[in-house]
């Protein structure tokens, strides 16, 4: 019969849940730095909020911007989050197909892929999307219609 030491164990699910919820927050304070960025006059993109996920629309593509974390044994209890970008390739309710074309990491205390911190995020996440947007369409010889 294995022994248990349960109160070590709940100490070890508390921290995990602790590093989440840490994580997490960081994730949704990324997401509403992005929003505001997104409907300023600067940009104007009219983004929406459905589900915790941003979506807009840029040159007749709708895409989507989603905050994740996952768990391996090489990255434990939630040590990053990602910040993904997501081009809907169909938007069948049925067949929902999504292609990442942009993802940046960060971390709970707010470092995005190392060099960024939240507040001067924004404008540099703009620039790298219409960059890889520019790059995906041309690699795949993306046509757009007028």
Known sequence: MREFNIKSELE???SI??????????????KETL??????????LNPIIENEIIIFKLLGFTFRIKTETFWTKELPWFAIGELNLYLVQSES??????????SYNFDSIGNIKGHYLIEEFSKFFYRDFVNSLIGYCSDNSIKFAL
Request: charged share 30%; net charge positive.
């Open 93 to 102: 309710t049925l067949n929902d197909t999504e292609k990442a074309i942009l």
């Open 12 to 14: 070890s699910i508390k």
């Open 17 to 30: 849940r602790e590093k989440y919820d840490k994580l997490s927050a960081q994730g949704k304070r990324l």
């Open 35 to 44: 929003l505001v960025y997104l409907q300023s006059n600067e940009v104007n």
